[in-house]
């Protein structure tokens, strides 16, 4: 039986295209299993991952329940051991008055007491060179200012007797005003009978 030409190319294409139909198929049910194989990748990661997206929750609830409360209890106790204790009742306010003094030095508060000018001959130099100072007189006691204005005659002369003694060598030599500040407070201190003369300020000091 004699065969069409035009039938027999047109089987061969369905047949072709039954092979490449049946090749894809064959393709698609190879690449089919491979899939589930990427989710199966990410098991060893995930603990990393977990790990990273729970870490900044953790530091911050460490920080804020943990660290925090811990702190502010430190901080409560140094400042209540820190603070004066004020149950014992007073007895009088003539009698409390010192010690108001004593706690307000402990927390910072000063009394000064400026002294007027100060103007001596320097020696060596025959009343022709002088030295003018001026200082401020730092105390911690309530009655500071009382003590250094009752006084004020004498310490001034005790002041100007020992600048009166200082050279032009002296004056010149580094760290001058830290020997006069505290030969100065020595001398005042001795005369008070005691340290009540905790700081001395030269606010001024001109050689002429």
Same mark, same amino acid.
């Given at each position: 039986m004699a065969?069409? %030409?035009?039938?027999?190319?047109?089987?061969a294409?369905?047949?072709?295209?039954?092979?490449?139909?049946?090749?894809?198929a064959?393709?698609? /049910?190879?690449?089919?299993?491979?899939?589930?194989?990427?989710?199966?990748?990410?098991?060893?990661?995930?603990?990393l991952?977990?790990? $990273?997206?729970?870490? %900044?929750l953790?530091?911050?609830?460490?920080? &804020?329940?943990?660290?925090?409360p &811990? @702190?502010t &209890?430190?901080?409560?106790?140094?400042?209540?051991?820190a /603070?004066?204790?004020?149950?014992?009742?007073?007895?009088?306010?003539?009698?409390?008055?010192?010690?108001?003094?004593?706690t307000?030095?402990?927390?910072?508060?000063?009394? @000064?007491?400026? @002294?007027?000018k100060?103007?001596?001959?320097?020696?060596?130099?025959?009343?022709? &060179?002088?030295?003018?100072?001026s200082?401020? +007189?730092?105390g911690?006691?309530?009655?500071?200012k009382?003590? $250094?204005?009752?006084?004020?005659?004498? +310490? @001034?002369?005790?002041?100007? #007797?020992?600048?009166?003694?200082?050279?032009?060598?002296? +004056?010149?030599? %580094?760290?001058?005003r830290?020997?006069?500040?505290?030969?100065?407070?020595?001398?005042?201190?001795?005369? +008070? #009978?005691?340290?009540?003369i905790?700081?001395?300020? $030269?606010?001024?000091?001109?050689?002429?």
């Amino acid at each position: 039986m004699a065969t069409n %030409p035009e039938t027999a190319r047109a089987d061969a294409k369905e047949a072709k295209g039954a092979k490449d139909a049946g090749a894809g198929a064959a393709e698609s /049910a190879e690449a089919a299993p491979a899939a589930p194989k990427s989710t199966g990748d990410l098991k060893p990661w995930l603990p990393l991952l977990i790990a $990273i997206v729970t870490m %900044p929750l953790l530091a911050f609830v460490t920080t &804020r329940f943990v660290l925090l409360p &811990r @702190m502010t &209890r430190a901080l409560a106790a140094s400042s209540s051991s820190a /603070a004066p204790d004020s149950s014992a009742p007073a007895t009088s306010s003539s009698a409390s008055a010192p010690e108001a003094g004593k706690t307000g030095a402990a927390g910072g508060t000063k009394v @000064m007491v400026p @002294m007027n000018k100060l103007l001596v001959n320097v020696a060596g130099t025959m009343g022709t &060179r002088y030295l003018m100072t001026s200082v401020t +007189l730092v105390g911690n006691t309530a009655d500071f200012k009382d003590k $250094i204005e009752g006084n004020k005659d004498q +310490l @001034m002369d005790l002041a100007t #007797g020992a600048l009166c003694s200082k050279t032009i060598a002296d +004056l010149e030599k %580094p760290g001058a005003r830290n020997v006069i500040r505290s030969e100065l407070m020595t001398v005042l201190n001795n005369a +008070l #009978g005691g340290p009540v003369i905790q700081e001395i300020y $030269i606010t001024e000091l001109a050689i002429q």
